[in-house]
């Protein structure tokens, strides 16, 4: 079964670094666009980052200028950087994809189970 599998979450201080790692599991034919969402609870699910495969990318204006999205198309993996960290950074952080499967007609648009980022102050 092709999923998303997400790494790099935990705690943190405030002003510090982090870096997050998806990467698809499974054979698929193409892997289209990806991008990183974060949740907390009570709020809608927001955009972070997106990437194209021609490495386009947009950010969310909560972390324009902070965060940095990138991704390795050998190995099917997006990732999300950041070297200044916010305590309202803090959230449950979901990695998505459109993919090609092997035995589709179309594009899926598959989600990570999610890793969870707390930023303490």
């Known amino acids: 079964q092709v999923q998303l599998v997400e790494s790099g979450g935990g705690l943190v201080h405030e002003g510090e670094s982090l870096r997050l790692s998806c990467e698809v599991s499974?054979?698929?034919?193409?892997?289209?666009?990806m991008a990183w969402y974060r949740q907390v609870p009570g709020r809608q699910r927001e955009l972070v980052a997106t990437?194209?495969?021609?490495?386009?990318?947009n950010y969310g204006r909560a972390v324009r200028n902070r965060f940095r999205i990138s991704r390795d198309n050998a190995r099917n993996a997006v990732f999300l950087e950041s070297n200044d960290l916010q305590a309202d950074d803090t959230g449950i952080y979901y990695c998505?994809?459109?993919?090609?499967?092997?035995?589709?007609?179309?594009?899926?648009?598959?989600w990570g189970p999610g890793t969870a980022v707390t930023v303490s102050k």
């Open positions: 499974g054979t698929v034919r193409t892997v289209n666009d």
């Open positions: 990437i194209t495969t021609a490495d386009t990318v």
């Open positions: 998505f994809a459109e993919l090609w499967l092997m035995e589709g007609w179309n594009w899926e648009r598959v």
